[in-house]
């Protein structure tokens, strides 16, 4: 049972661009929602994370726009560089689930020159 | 310095063989995972222990077998290894996640190849 659903599979985008990444949710009982980022051979690591409170937070080029009653989240990359190229993934947690991350499918950008 | 290793970086194995891989971290944290990628990089969790205590296990073939002898390592342990269960296997670590929050640190994974 697929709990995050991740939008689109890959995105291209030109260096400057907005590629947008979106995600659903099901279970209500998530409140714990963080964006990973992955290079090719490594692992992934944590990018940025929002709890359902604000609708809107912003690390750097990064932004995670939330909408709780539609249950959607999403990550906007600002200016975007060709450092950027990676696979994103959303994420979810909540309640007693002790850490327990559920992935949507990934993401992979690629920013061209 | 490496946060969470695992070793070995690859391995390559036929099928009925038993294999484990390493997982260290020295970043103090009191929760480790495993988490499995499929080909098609689709991260899922398999267990996690708290302390050494198992606290999440989901439903994994009992071929594998997680082993924490200390809060610092978290081993796993793959019995009579078949086809499907070739993939990029991260381990990772947390502070004490009870509420959820705590972000995950991933090691840089193995990939699993049975043949």
């Known amino acids: 049972q697929q709990q995050v659903k991740q939008s689109p599979q890959s995105l291209i985008v030109q260096k400057g661009g907005i590629p947008i990444i979106n995600c659903a949710y099901e279970?209500?009982?998530?409140?714990?929602f963080p964006w990973y980022q992955q290079f090719p051979g490594k692992g992934p690591a944590l990018l940025i994370a929002i709890r359902p409170d604000v609708s809107e937070k912003k690390e750097g080029r990064f932004t995670i726009s939330f909408n709780k009653s539609a249950k959607q989240f999403s990550l906007h990359i600002m200016d975007s560089q060709p450092g950027d190229s990676a696979t994103y993934f959303c994420a979810a947690s909540g309640g007693t689930s002790y850490g327990k991350l559920t992935f949507g499918q990934g993401t992979i950008l690629t920013v061209h020159p | 310095d490496t946060a969470v290793s695992q070793t070995p970086k690859y391995l390559v194995t036929q099928m009925g063989n038993d294999k484990s891989i390493k997982c260290e971290q020295n970043l103090g944290h009191d929760t480790m995972y495993w988490y499995k990628q499929d080909s098609k990089k689709f991260l899922k969790i398999m267990f996690s222990y708290n302390n050494k205590e198992l606290i999440i296990n989901e439903t994994v073939p009992n071929r594998f077998s997680p082993k924490s002898p200390d809060k610092a390592h978290l081993n796993l342990h793959i019995n009579s290894l078949e086809l499907g269960d070739s993939a990029v296997y991260f381990c990772?670590?947390?502070?004490?996640?009870?509420?959820?929050?705590?972000?995950?640190?991933f090691g840089n994974g193995t990939r699993l190849t049975v043949t």
């Open positions: 990772a670590s947390s502070q004490f996640a009870g509420q959820g929050y705590s972000p995950l640190h």
């Open positions: 279970n209500t009982a998530f409140d714990y």
